[in-house]
């Protein structure tokens, strides 16, 4: 049977070698598959070749190094080719923002193109990269208007839910696998790849597994607004909202994950997918004015953070202030949309002194941050020497772990502002902190 032969045949290409597409060509080969992870940015196909990753995650470099060994993992740039070669393909291009909110979808229908002009023979193509809804209907009638012939093929959507810093356990160790498929081929073909997880398995028509991407991630961040909000709340009246996320986190109708107030969500993800979501809802008819409000929220505790600088410094102009935490979160060095940059350009722009350190993100950073009034220092002992103000922006460990009573000795006032919620408020004011942090 031709569904057999496509199984048996197993030859992936994953299309895009960004986050979720190199993660999860590394996950398909070390579950036995042949995987081609191909990209049209040359020089990132040069340097995976020679084994050099072109972002940090954690057990990522491993997991390549090995099945490129195990001759499992290969990469290419040219894509018409790959196609060629694969019958199961995976779509993990980017799906940037537009300035209306909209996704920019051109990569995902240039690749829906390619498909349709070089496909030879049945083939899948797994939509993996986050799309708005009916996007998978688009690339069907992409690929009908422009293949060459009657070639059989299906569309499936397959969202991926892996978050970067834990992206290689989340491969493997899904909450849940969502497929959207229109044929029981399809379904056959997707059910057999995943079978060495173990893990439920949901079988839904496209257009609803492009929600349930777009939704949970949108819940996430409408939970995370929704702390910031309640750690507004705190602030104004002396509570703390730590203790009130886990008071209501011991719920388990809430559950107290992603109940952690701060200086809000970042990353490449969450901003986006809630204003596509936000943008096609209203496309289709309906006004998701809740997820307006989410947005807002998050931007909103950006400013407050630095209002809370200023509480404390009254004026910015020419205060040294160390900004500890660069990347959006821990454990990766992803700087898109880092809660960080709107806070450093605002300071700089207050024209006080920045010192800055992220474990990960240097050299990241160096695009997003301003030019002037910001310096990299290569230590967090040396970023805080001689500062007015230690900020905390992100939960790295090695902040966690630090020395306090040196760092108190390095500053000039010991004043510290913690973005996270990150510290033992008790034990740094019996170090002899002024503590400031968001609701507690
Ligand atoms: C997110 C989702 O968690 C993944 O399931 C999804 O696959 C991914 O987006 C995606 O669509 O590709 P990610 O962006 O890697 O993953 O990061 P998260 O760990 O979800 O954190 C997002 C942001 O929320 C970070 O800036 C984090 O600091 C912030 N956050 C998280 C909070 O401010 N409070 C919390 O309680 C939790």
Same mark, same amino acid.
């Given at each position: 049977m031709a569904a057999d032969k496509a199984t048996k045949k197993k030859k992936i290409a994953v299309i895009g070698a960004g986050h979720v597409g190199l993660v999860t060509a590394a996950a398909f080969a070390e579950l036995g598959h042949s995987v081609t992870c191909v990209d049209n940015d040359k020089k990132k196909i040069v340097h995976l070749k020679k084994q050099i990753l072109p972002f940090f995650e954690p057990e990522l470099e491993e997991l390549v190094k090995k099945n490129i060994r195990k001759k499992k993992l290969s990469f290419s740039h040219n894509v018409g080719e790959s196609i060629r070669l694969c019958n199961i393909l995976f779509i993990a291009v980017g799906t940037p923002p537009q300035a209306d909110g909209a996704a920019d979808l051109s990569a995902v229908e240039n690749i829906a193109r390619l498909i349709a002009r070089n496909m030879k023979e049945y083939t899948l193509i797994v939509e993996k990269s986050t799309v708005p809804v009916q996007t998978g209907i688009k690339i069907k009638e992409t690929i009908m208007r422009y293949r060459?012939?009657?070639i059989p093929f299906d569309v499936a959507s397959n969202p991926e839910f892996l978050r970067e810093g834990k992206a290689v356990y989340d491969c493997f160790y899904p909450a849940r696998i969502v497929i959207g498929v229109e044929t029981e081929r399809a379904e056959k073909i997707l059910k057999d790849l995943y079978a060495p997880l173990k893990v439920p398995i949901i079988t839904t028509d496209m257009n609803t597994a492009e929600i349930i991407k777009h939704a949970s991630n949108s819940f996430l961040a409408t939970k995370i607004s929704f702390i910031n909000a309640v750690s507004r709340i705190c602030d104004l009246t002396g509570a703390d909202v730590k203790k009130v996320a886990q008071g209501m986190g011991l719920d388990p109708r809430i559950?107290? /994950? *992603?109940l952690d107030a701060g200086v809000g969500y970042g990353g490449f993800c969450f901003p986006k997918d809630v204003e596509a979501f936000s943008y096609i809802s209203k496309k289709v008819g309906? /006004? *998701?004015?809740l997820l307006d409000e989410v947005k807002k929220i998050n931007d909103d505790q950006r400013r407050y953070f630095v209002e809370k600088i200023r509480e404390h410094?009254?004026?910015?102009?020419d205060k040294k202030i160390a900004v500890l935490?660069?990347?959006?979160?821990?454990?990766?060095?992803d700087m898109r949309f880092a809660p960080s940059i709107e806070i450093i350009h605002s300071l700089v722009s207050c024209n006080a002194r920045l010192r800055v350190y992220d474990p990960q993100a240097m050299n990241e950073a160096k695009q997003f941050?301003?030019?002037?009034g910001v310096r990299y220092a290569e230590t967090l002992y040396e970023a805080v020497r001689g500062c007015d103000c230690a900020c905390f922006l992100t939960q790295w460990q090695e902040f966690v772990s630090a020395d306090f009573k040196k760092i108190k000795t390095l500053m000039k006032l010991p004043l510290i502002i913690d973005g996270r919620n990150m510290f033992d408020k008790k034990e740094l004011i019996r170090i002899g902190f002024t503590y400031a942090s968001i609701g507690r």
């Open positions: 060459r012939g009657d559950g107290r /994950e *992603f309906y /006004e *998701f004015r410094l009254w004026v910015l102009k935490g660069l990347a959006f979160k821990p454990d990766t060095d941050l301003p030019k002037r």
